[in-house]
């Protein structure tokens, strides 16, 4: 097994990405442009965790929780603005910010746990 497949943090932002990729197949009708940046910032957000779970020095994983981190901001955006031109119901919409705020204090714990003093 590998480590980052034992972080809490991996196992939400895998299990999220999953939701938002089955989300994204069931509304086809979201601009194209939207939907790539949302599977791609989805993705991110879980590959970046294991990457950076992989590193050895502290400021490399740091590095890659950042970018991680980035990637969930990046999919709360889209959210906001896919809920903006009336896309995803609000409901829907909170349910997929509560998750993502979620991880992305994880992260934060995460990245703070790599500083070195």
Do not use: P, W
């Amino acid at each position: 097994m590998f480590d980052f497949e034992n972080l809490d943090v991996y196992k939400k932002a895998k299990e999220l990405n999953k939701e938002i990729l089955r989300f994204l197949k069931e509304n086809k009708y979201i601009d194209s442009y939207l939907r790539d940046q949302l599977r791609r910032a989805s993705i991110s957000m879980v590959i970046n965790i294991a990457e950076g779970s992989g590193k050895f020095s502290k400021a490399d994983k740091k590095n890659f929780y950042i970018i991680a981190r980035g990637s969930v901001y990046e999919c709360v955006s889209l959210f906001e603005i896919i809920l903006e031109e009336k896309q995803i119901t609000e409901d829907l919409s909170k349910d997929f910010y509560r998750k993502l705020e979620t991880i992305s204090k994880m992260l934060l714990g995460l990245i703070n746990s790599q500083i070195t003093h």
